[in-house]
């Protein structure tokens, strides 16, 4: 029989329970289970036992006083709708096992790092436990107070990165596209940082997701992929508007093979580079890097390697562009260059010398033509849209896409009747007439666009200089430092 100060000490502990077990707000059947599971609890403080198995019994909270438990060595929580975990389990210091897989938990307590002596932790089928670099930075931590035991596991859920900076990439590319989809709060308010299901309004979070998620090994090491990704992902945090120019091409690159997303990420990393440059001679200077990076996959193209390409252009932009650098033809490394290419092995035979010199010759021509000759490119070709909305003013594109006659044609369209038996032919005929005048708008646009490169490039004429390899162009010693 136990001593008398001890039967207090356990009829103490037990009427503690019980704001726990009659809470507020709870139905009859928690009570019960409560209950149930309260006698388990009792049982192992009164013994001083070393294990508690409360799995399977639906419970929605563990009581305060379940850190008064110090002989725990074992405790077993899995298949309950646990959301939380009190502050207090982090004074099992004798705790060896905790199981808690198959709840509902949405964060962890920070305490749990208190957990000096556990070997075990299982937290699978948690999908709810925030993929935040706090939950990681807790679990991390409790990897490292716990290093000291032998075969220490933690049992990570699948949907949280093991790596905080992983984690935090995401997090930013999250808090990015919130800030993006600010004035749509039914959009803004579904983005989260796992897997993106909806494609169409995240696109480059889905790309971020494959390309960290995808042939790690082949690529080389995490920190290489983070180094890769994290200066993109804080330029887009700092400016979200930047996704206006990313996404499209985070699209492309999305739906194809395990290459494609590399390729993808060098392109918009250096999108940013261009969209960050103050001033447009700055501007064209870096949209040379992506058109000597298009020459580059330009020439892959006419090996015809099919089934390889995305892993040979990749492997090709690596090879040039470190020749490049090494050889001093450019002063800094490119934005989202490649460091470890999938599959690589089976292109390797054509990374020969021979062939990527002949094609550093055709890049290094690419990277010396005047800036005139940039500013046609880019104003004329594919770049041109994307061009006009970085340099000219948002209130001048808004005036001219918004002309009196495109808003005129569209409330016209607006106020059709679609019982008006001749509703089709109107349609088609409004329609024609929108498309022209918005043909029209976007010529204004694209003659506005051109008008002001040049007028920026004669502002600010480039000095002759000679080249890294001592001939003279007419770019200046700035023209290569990209």
């Known amino acids: 029989m136990l001593p008398k100060n001890n039967l207090d000490r356990v009829k103490e502990f037990k009427e503690s329970l019980n ?74 210091n004798s705790l060896q096992i905790l199981n808690l897989s198959d709840n509902q938990i949405t964060s962890l307590p920070e305490t749990i790092g208190n957990l000096t002596s556990l070997q075990r932790l299982f937290l699978i089928n948690n999908d ?17 107070v716990n290093n000291h035991n032998d075969g220490f596991i933690l049992g990570w859920p699948e949907h949280l990165d093991r790596n905080i900076l992983v984690t935090k990439i995401k997090s930013l590319i999250c808090d990015a596209y919130k800030e993006y989809y600010s004035s749509k709060p039914e959009i803004a308010e579904k983005i989260g940082i796992n897997e993106p299901i909806d494609e169409e309004t995240t696109p480059f979070l889905r790309l971020a997701h494959r390309f960290m998620k995808e042939s790690l090994d082949e ?21 979200p508007s930047l996704l206006e120019h990313i996404d499209a091409s985070a699209s492309i690159h999305t739906d194809a093979c395990i290459n494609q997303p590399v390729a993808g990420l060098t392109e918009i990393a250096n999108i940013i580079d261009v969209v960050k440059a103050e001033t447009i001679p700055e501007k064209l200077e870096k949209v040379k ?45 490119w934005s989202g260059i490649p460091d470890g290419i999938a599959y690589e092995r089976l292109v390797k035979n054509l990374l020969v010398d021979e062939v990527v010199n002949k094609i550093k010759e055709k890049v290094i021509l690419e990277l010396n033509k005047p800036l005139e000759v940039v500013a046609d490119n880019v104003c004329e070709g594919t770049l041109g849209d994307f061009w ?15 002309s009196e006659d495109v808003l005129t044609i569209k409330s ?4 059709l009747d679609n019982n008006d038996e ?52 007419p770019q200046g010693s700035e023209s290569r430092k990209m």
């Open 412 to 415: 016209q369209i607006e106020k």
């Open 422 to 473: 001749e509703y089709q032919k109107k349609i088609e005929e409004l329609s024609k007439e929108l498309k022209k005048a918005e043909l029209s708008c976007k010529e204004k646009i694209l003659t506005k666009s051109r008008e002001e490169t040049f007028k920026a490039i004669e502002a600010n004429p480039p000095s002759k200089s000679p080249t890294p390899s001592g001939k003279e162009h």
């Open 128 to 144: 709810q436990l925030s993929n935040t670099p706090e939950t990681v930075s807790i679990l991390e931590n409790l990897e490292l």
């Open 19 to 92: 704001p726990w077990i009659n809470e507020q707000g709870i139905d009859e059947e928690q009570k019960k289970n409560r209950r149930q599971a309260s006698t388990k609890i009792i049982d192992v403080y009164k013994n001083s036992k070393t294990e508690l198995d409360l799995s399977d019994n639906q419970i929605t909270s563990l009581p305060e006083t379940i850190g008064n438990l110090t002989s725990l060595q074992e405790l077993y929580l899995s298949e309950n709708q646990l959301t939380s975990l009190p502050e207090t389990i982090g004074n099992l």
């Open 289 to 333: 890097v992506i058109m000597a990076i298009n020459v580059i996959r330009q020439e892959v193209g006419k090996f015809n390697r099919k089934g390889v390409e995305a892993e040979l252009a990749n492997a090709m932009l690596r090879e040039v562009h470190n020749k490049l650098l090494s050889e001093g033809e450019i002063k800094e490394k």
């Open 388 to 402: 006009s909305k970085i340099i000219l003013d948002k209130e001048y594109l808004s005036k001219i896409n918004e």
């Open 219 to 239: 690529r080389g090491s995490m920190k290489k992929i983070v180094d890769m990704m994290l200066p993109v992902a804080e330029s887009i945090k700092k400016d």
